[in-house]
């Protein structure tokens, strides 16, 4: 008998409260390498908070978290979580390359993959080098994409991905999804929007039980 492959990501019975109060939870859940999985909740639910506890940015009050079958710490999983999130995490006053090239600096590049080839394969050629606060939204929004082809991460956290996007930017990030998960990554996804993921049915995770 083989034994079950250790899943990525693992919630037991997660919670996280404010002021005693539950945001969510006890949620539990396993998310293995070539997996899919989408957030789905109303607004306020705590579909955000969960991605932030994900990424280490918040703690965890109830329940277990485990990455690769121990603990999830943020020194541990540096490296191999990244989070698209509202907030871009680019600098603006520094061009897309210049952002790439930071992020390439602390993580890493995926082979074959350098910044202004991944600017490239996100649609932001002829703007590598304007300062991100002159782009436009959607700009911005594929800047911070270019960061998810280029890094090395297993586990993508995508909040609203779609947020500010055209419809050929939206086929862009399907297209990273089903090429990042046929390649043995995983990712957690919120949108309010239709998800249109075509490399298998993805798991649902649901706030609200
Ligand atoms: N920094 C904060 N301080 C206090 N309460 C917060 C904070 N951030 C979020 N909340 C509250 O936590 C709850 C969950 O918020 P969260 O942003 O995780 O929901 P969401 O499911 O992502 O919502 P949406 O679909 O609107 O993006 C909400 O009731 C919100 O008011």
Redesign the pocket.
Known sequence: MTAAPLPLLEARALSFL?QDEP??GPLHFQLHAGELALVE??????????MRVLAGLLHIDEGELHWRGTPLVRDTSQGEIVFLGHQLGLKGDLSPLENLRIAAGLHGCRNGMDAAKALREVGLSGYEDEPVRQLSAGQKKRAALARLLLVPATLWLL??PYANLDRHGIALVNRLLETHIGGGGAALV?S?GAVSFHGGEPQRIR?HA
């Not at 607004?43 to 969960?50: D, E, I, R, V």
């Open positions: 404010r945001v969510f909740g109303d607004n306020g639910s705590g579909k955000t908070t969960l909040d609203e919120t309010h706030m």
